[in-house]
């Protein structure tokens, strides 16, 4: 016992978190230099890949309309879902397309109320406030899925033009 | 030397505090960190474009500059006192013109790349220097085209980055773009 115990060093050794502190220093620079705070927010997924343009102008607030591959949201809730047709020129290759029962000539149905209500909220809410910069400016941002085909982003943005919406904004990631 | 010998020994800075404040924030900061940046592009339905200014030279037709996209290429109308001075040259009777730029690889485009973009923004540029005051553009895509062959038109349409002027900006062409609905056959 007595020969265990002489041979035990008197203090444990500290715990050198020197260099760990000069990695945080470094992580927490590189993470201020990437902060953001941004009022638009992507959930990219195989069914919604925003295509690169070499636009330079900042998203802004405004009703948030995504078009994947598979279904329509607005603000986040599921409106409906996307359906594939076969490709006449490619054999083999789908296309997304809206479903024809949910369509009335080019308008859909649901997103055309859905996007309504969201006018109507948003008009209410200008009454509301008073004032000039809450007007609603039927503002909407769409994120859409770049392998889509225009016959879904037309039959989008004439619903979206019936509903009050007319200004649109393509969200898309930028590059350089 | 004696009073040396009794000097008390430099304490270690206690570092533990700093540590628990910048373990906490390292967390904060990854919630709020961006590491894609976006941007949007403008565009607005045909009936509600941006204004057209009214006064027009009366010696000089109204340019009405279109895009009509399709899998063959890119078509520029509306310009022909530009393109074809002498007038539009002959097509053989029951043939399709073709677009005015063709994909590089000849026929369908596969992909992306092979649009002509670099001929697209060099033809927009020789009209833009007819019509300095025109800003607005419109597309005419098919309707089974991509969206983002859509977004890269825009892209091409709206500033020329080879002609770059003193301050390093691009040269802007025709930044004001409105989707029409249907394609031309």
Known sequence: MALKKARRPKDSAGLNITSMMDMMTIILVFLL????????????????????????????LAVNLVVARNQIVVDGVPVLNLTTIPDEDNPGQYLAAVPEDEKKGQSIDKLYQRLLDKAEA??????QSGSEEHAFKGRVLIQCDKELPFAVLREVMYTAGQAQFGEFKFVVYKTE | MAIKRHLPEAEDLNLVPVMN?????????LMAA????LAVIDSTLPAIGPPVPVEEEPDKKPLNLSLA?????????????????????PV????????????KSGGRCTNLEDYDWAELTRILALIKDEYPDDENVILVPDSKLKYEVIVKTMDSSREDKS??????????????VVIAGGALN
Do not use: W
């Not at chain 1, 990437?34 to 102008?57: E, N």
């Not at chain 2, 404040?21 to 900061?29: D, N």
């Not at chain 2, 996209?69 to 040259?89: F, Q, S």
């Not at chain 2, 053989?92 to 063709?102: A, Q």
């Open chain 2, 21 to 29: 404040l910048v373990t906490i924030l390292i967390p904060f900061l």
């Open chain 2, 69 to 89: 996209l399709t899998h063959e290429g890119v078509t520029v109308l509306g310009a022909d006192a530009v393109l074809n001075p002498a007038g539009a040259p």
């Open chain 2, 92 to 103: 053989v009777e029951g043939e399709k013109r073709p677009p005015t730029v063709p994909c």
């Open chain 2, 163 to 176: 002609n770059r002027g003193p301050d390093g900006s691009s040269r802007v062409l025709f930044p004001f």
């Open chain 1, 33 to 60: 230099k990437s902060y953001s705070t941004s009022d638009v927010s992507v959930a990219p997924s195989d069914m919604l890949q925003l295509p690169s343009s070499s636009a330079q102008k900042p998203p802004e």
């Open chain 1, 122 to 127: 948003a008009k209410a809410l200008a009454e």
């Open chain 2, 34 to 37: 961006e590491f894609v940046s």
